[in-house]
């Protein structure tokens, strides 16, 4: 009898290391496999259901790199306005040292017409 494998595994083995991929997903997850065709017994099966437990690793993966691609744009954005709001405080405090020394310029000046000089 020739006797079949999948990546060195025989049908035992290779149907071991479905359910034990299968108990590490979430309940949602080990749902969305169950409805995709997920089934441990037979063969076929057993090569269908590795090749699906595959695939849900490969989207895992994708929205894992998703998130984190996401966060970095959204904290990427976050210091943009924080460095946008700081050079518009900073264009304020110029303004209003501006304003301040117009101010004291004026007075001077007001002062020197008063007084005569």
Not at 20 to 39: E, M, P, V
Not at 53 to 68: H, R, Y
């Amino acid at each position: 009898m020739n006797k079949q494998t999948i990546d060195g595994l025989n049908y035992h083995q290779a149907q071991q290391r479905n359910t034990t991929k299968l108990k590490s997903f979430t309940k949602q997850q080990r749902k969305d496999l169950r409805d995709r065709g997920y089934n441990n017994r037979g063969w076929n099966n057993v090569i269908k259901t590795w090749e699906l437990v595959l695939a849900l690793i490969k989207e895992i993966n994708q929205a894992e790199d998703f998130k984190v691609v996401n966060l970095a744009y959204k904290r990427a954005e976050k210091l943009m306005s924080e460095a946008v709001d700081k050079a518009i405080t900073i264009d304020q405090i110029d303004f209003d040292k501006l304003r301040r020394g117009i101010d004291d310029l004026s007075k001077a000046a007001i002062n020197s017409i008063v007084n005569g000089n």
